[in-house]
């Protein structure tokens, strides 16, 4: 596309000087015109061109439009799941942190040895090395009423005891020691509020006797293997059991991936 700039001096109504100063350099002085021929040109669209037409500008616009439908959606989504990780990562800083409290301050080696061994304890530990804002003797007061897989199967967990944290989780900690894993603790990052989706809001992490928290399985660290396999059998399936996408974000160095 051609710039040009047009310079238009007016000595009086009927005489001026019109100077056109081309892309490339060099001036030409056109003849002289009466002002109303001049306006004439302009409004027919023989003068010189300035800027984009309307069709090139609509083109354009029409173009950006397209280019932002195709990649927003995307990136509020990626957006969105490194929201939901962060949120994870949070609460399972904290746990990890408060577990490991909890044995220094009972002189232990590992959880059983510190007194964890029933769900009193247990209670007694939440509420001892959280801020709990809400306590609620059923997990629909504290989580959502309806929650959905990945695929939409939806899941089934037991209702039992459950607590509001400062930080805006939801969590359900169930004593059921099998092997080397004392806790099964639900966690709903952002409490009640949607999408209540596992894998997205909703995930259940193990606790295990040596202070780690992992996916489930008989004793913690997981195999990067066994946490795949996981995966597929449970948060990738129909499966109505909550197990698996903990431990993928785990494999996928904290990444929502799936």
Known sequence: MRLFCVIIKFKERSNYEKIVQLRGGGNSVAPAHSFEDLFKIFVSGQAVRLGFTLAEVLVTLG???VVSAMTVPTLMQNHQRKTYVTQLHKVY???SQALLQYQTDKNALNLKEA???????LNAFIKSYFK???ECDNAD???STAYNKLNGAVPSFSKTKSFVLSNGASIRPLYDPAGQKLVNLGVDINGAKGPNIQGRDLFWLMIYNNALIDDFGGDAPLTREEREDMYNTHCASSSVELYGCFGKILND??????
């Open 132 to 134: 709990v804002v809400k």
């Open 253 to 258: 160095n904290w990444e929502m991936n799936y």
């Open 115 to 121: 007194g964890l061994n029933s769900q009193d304890e």
């Open 141 to 143: 007061e504290c989580f």
């Open 93 to 95: 800083n904290e746990f």
């Open 63 to 65: 173009i950006i439009g």
